[in-house]
């Protein structure tokens, strides 16, 4: 069984950059979150895609998007990028019930000159 | 709105010795509970988590925690503690109806030999 996986590992963008991560889940999972964790800091919840669309979405403005492709893949999008995005993003997969477990990646760390 | 709280950013354990790591929610609703460890350099792995039923739940590599309603409080527990512990831990928590997760600002648990 194949856990989740994120791309790129690292990254390194300057101001007003966009950037896009990506993640695949688990296989039979077919909901992804997606967290950004600054550093010292615990994770903090960007939004949730389910079946292709957005299910929730935390505390963050426009230009952080997302897409879930129909093999329940997603992508994190970022746009005009300030020096606070600066953290590390964390995707995890699972099955959309509020008990079930959230399996995370590994993380992309992003850092923002 | 929920919220976590940990109530001891840094732990400092002998080897062998036990250790508690405190959390407290707060919360308008009924809720699921959940304990996250993540070592250095890597995603979240679930330790264990508190849905319903007994309120002493049992997890990998040891761990336990209980919950108790009256106090809002879930604290992990580990009668002892090896080298392998060390990592930081993170109590999160999710309501009834949607799955995004609120976590806690972290402890870290550093173990001295």
């Known amino acids: 069984e194949t856990g989740v996986t994120q791309s790129p590992t690292h990254l390194i963008k300057t101001r007003g950059q966009q950037v896009t991560l990506r993640c695949s889940s688990q296989s039979g999972h077919n909901t992804v979150s997606w967290y950004q964790q600054a550093l010292g800091q615990g994770p903090q919840f960007i939004f949730q895609?389910?079946?292709?669309?957005?299910?929730g979405r935390g505390n963050f403005p426009p230009r952080f998007s997302g897409l879930q492709f129909p093999n329940y893949s997603s992508e994190l999008n970022v746009n005009a990028l300030e020096l606070d995005d600066s953290a590390l993003y964390l995707c995890a997969s699972s099955l959309r019930r509020a008990q079930e477990t959230q399996y995370f990646g590994p993380g992309t760390r992003l850092l923002v000159l | 709105a929920q919220s976590v709280t940990q109530l001891d950013s840094q732990v400092p354990v002998f080897e062998e010795a036990p250790v508690e790591l405190r959390c407290n929610y707060s919360?308008?609703?009924?809720?699921?509970l959940f304990w996250y460890v993540q070592y250095p350099n890597q995603g979240l792995q679930l330790l264990l988590k508190y849905l319903s039923g007994s309120t002493l739940v049992k997890g990998i590599n040891g761990f336990e925690a209980e919950f108790n309603k009256s106090q809002t409080s879930f604290h992990l527990r580990k009668p002892s503690v090896h080298i392998s512990d060390t990592a930081e831990y993170f109590c999160?928590?999710?309501?009834?109806?949607?799955?995004?997760?609120?976590f806690g600002q972290g402890t870290r648990l550093t173990i001295n030999p």
């Open positions: 919360s308008s609703v009924s809720v699921y």
């Open positions: 999160a928590v999710s309501d009834g109806g949607a799955q995004k997760l609120v």
């Open positions: 895609y389910y079946r292709e669309e957005e299910n």
